[in-house]
């Protein structure tokens, strides 16, 4: 028996069109909807979790040296610039797993200040 031969250019082709596969893969999860949530989605969602989302803004209020949480990334404090992790930037662990804990129950990447003096505390849902 003999195998079947591919030329070279064949071979580069299916391994591009892999390649352009598997980015595509990776884009889709990375940035899953360009779509906002409807508004009354949004809502409902408050809704449901109005405790966690009091809870979260009440422990940033009560963190005066916090500037952002990342449920990703770690702590940002107003002398780290960016975020790091509770222990380089000497922030209780079990804080941050707490702050953690309520952005996963919100379904939220991160909670921050912003506005004049930090006055403002905001919570992501979607971006």
């Excluded at 064949?10 to 906002?36: D, E, N, T």
């Excluded at 707490?98 to 849902?125: A, D, M, T, W």
């Amino acid at each position: 028996m003999t195998g079947i031969r591919v030329s070279k250019s064949m071979r580069r082709a299916i391994i591009l069109v892999f390649l352009v596969v598997a980015c595509l893969g990776v884009w889709a999860y990375v940035f899953p909807s360009q779509k906002p949530p409807e508004e009354e989605s949004l809502l409902k969602a408050f809704y449901a979790n109005r405790a966690g989302y009091e809870h979260l803004r009440d422990m940033l209020v009560a963190d005066g040296q916090v500037r952002a949480v990342y449920a990703r990334f770690g702590v940002e404090t107003t002398s780290s610039g960016l975020p790091h992790l509770p222990s380089e930037v000497n922030f209780p662990s079990s804080r941050y797993y707490g702050y953690k804990i309520l952005l996963e129950q919100v379904h939220s990447p991160e909670v921050f200040r912003r506005g004049e003096n930090n006055s403002e505390i905001c919570i992501s849902l979607w971006g």
